[in-house]
């Protein structure tokens, strides 16, 4: 058992308070999601090794009773292990891959795109003792300079809400990830807003995306973890003339989940497949 149920976190913030890493946030809904309690070492991009004292240059980094653990999938699972009368987060062995798989995905999908579109305001929002770094490193990650990186991002931003459809046909037919309870699959998906959150200086998602219940639900668990006073709005998204439809406006009506739940769900297909009436 952690002392006094606390989890030592070394954070990584911006200026506002507000967390940045997507592994981070990961995390630290992840040591909620145990009922423990964070104990939140701050700081920001530069200085990691001091502040861990030169066990690590990246974050998050967790102390738990004395004992690091120095990588988000790492902490879970250590969680897990060590924890394991406390609400699972990862369980089956078959969660982490698909996982994965989802993050992958919304990785390709949503925070590439995102980066090049706020990489100005990741800097300008990075701590000041920061800005130097950030700079630097971001300009050799992408090649170019952040002012040229950003340029177009009213023409990528409406290009991505409908990429998300395949996020948005599960969540209509589940309420988590995790099925009726939210697991660390929802934590690693939900990481991916929660880092667009921290640094979007403008909406990414239209006011009414079906993708809002599950975020606006995500945002909210463990006492609000999500909704610190630093985070930006991500709907209100305003679309221009020409832009793409930003979800399926019609698929409530089908989809892969729902049709595969028992053979009633399939009888209409098969009706039409026959030539027979429906129902
Ligand atoms: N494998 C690590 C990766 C952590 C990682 O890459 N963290 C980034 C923030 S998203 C970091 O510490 N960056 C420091 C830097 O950019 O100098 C994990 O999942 O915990």
Same mark, same amino acid.
């Given at each position: 058992?952690?002392?006094?149920? !606390?989890i030592?976190?070394?954070?990584l913030?911006l200026?506002?308070g507000?967390?940045i890493?997507p592994f981070?946030w990961?995390?630290k809904?992840?040591?909620?999601?145990?009922?423990l309690?964070?104990?939140i070492?701050?700081?920001? $991009?530069?200085g990691?090794?001091?502040?861990?004292?030169g !066990?690590t240059?990246?974050?998050p980094a967790?102390?738990?009773?004395?004992e690091?653990?120095?990588?988000?999938?790492?902490i879970?699972?250590?969680l897990?292990?060590?924890?394991?009368d406390?609400p699972?987060?990862?369980g089956d062995?078959?969660?982490k891959?698909?996982t994965?798989l989802?993050?992958?995905?919304?990785w390709?999908q949503?925070?590439?795109?995102w980066?090049?579109?706020?990489?100005?305001?990741?800097?300008?929002?990075?701590l000041?003792?920061?800005?130097?770094?950030?700079?630097?490193?971001?300009e050799?990650?992408f090649?170019?300079?952040i #002012?040229e990186?950003?340029?177009g991002r009213?023409? %990528?931003l409406?290009a991505?809400p409908?990429k998300l459809e395949l996020l %948005?046909?599960?969540?209509r037919e589940?309420?988590?990830?995790g099925?009726?309870?939210p697991?660390?699959a929802d934590?690693?998906?939900?990481?991916v807003?929660?880092?667009?959150?921290?640094v979007a200086?403008t909406?990414?998602?239209t006011?009414?995306?079906?993708?809002? #219940?599950?975020?606006?639900?995500?945002?909210?668990?463990h006492?609000g973890?999500?909704?610190h006073?630093?985070?930006?709005?991500? $709907?209100g998204?305003?679309? %221009?003339?020409?832009d793409p439809?930003? $979800?399926?406006?019609?698929?409530a009506a089908g989809g892969?989940v729902?049709?595969?739940?028992g053979?009633?769900?399939?009888a209409?297909e098969t009706?039409?497949?026959?030539?027979?009436?429906?129902?």
């Amino acid at each position: 058992m952690a002392d006094d149920n !606390k989890i030592t976190l070394y954070d990584l913030q911006l200026s506002t308070g507000a967390t940045i890493s997507p592994f981070v946030w990961a995390t630290k809904y992840a040591i909620a999601h145990k009922g423990l309690e964070l104990d939140i070492v701050p700081g920001g $991009f530069t200085g990691i090794m001091d502040r861990t004292g030169g !066990k690590t240059e990246r974050l998050p980094a967790i102390v738990d009773d004395g004992e690091w653990v120095l990588d988000s999938w790492l902490i879970a699972e250590h969680l897990d292990r060590k924890y394991p009368d406390r609400p699972v987060l990862i369980g089956d062995p078959g969660v982490k891959p698909l996982t994965q798989l989802v993050e992958t995905w919304l990785w390709q999908q949503a925070i590439s795109p995102w980066m090049t579109c706020f990489l100005k305001s990741y800097r300008d929002l990075s701590l000041p003792q920061d800005h130097a770094y950030v700079t630097e490193s971001r300009e050799r990650m992408f090649g170019r300079r952040i #002012d040229e990186i950003i340029v177009g991002r009213e023409d %990528r931003l409406p290009a991505v809400p409908p990429k998300l459809e395949l996020l %948005r046909q599960v969540l209509r037919e589940h309420k988590w990830l995790g099925g009726d309870a939210p697991n660390y699959a929802d934590y690693r998906a939900l990481s991916v807003f929660l880092f667009c959150a921290s640094v979007a200086d403008t909406p990414v998602l239209t006011d009414d995306d079906p993708l809002r #219940d599950w975020i606006e639900r995500g945002f909210d668990l463990h006492g609000g973890l999500g909704r610190h006073p630093g985070m930006h709005p991500i $709907f209100g998204l305003k679309l %221009r003339e020409g832009d793409p439809e930003p $979800f399926n406006k019609a698929a409530a009506a089908g989809g892969l989940v729902s049709r595969n739940t028992g053979p009633q769900s399939t009888a209409a297909e098969t009706a039409r497949l026959k030539g027979q009436p429906a129902g």
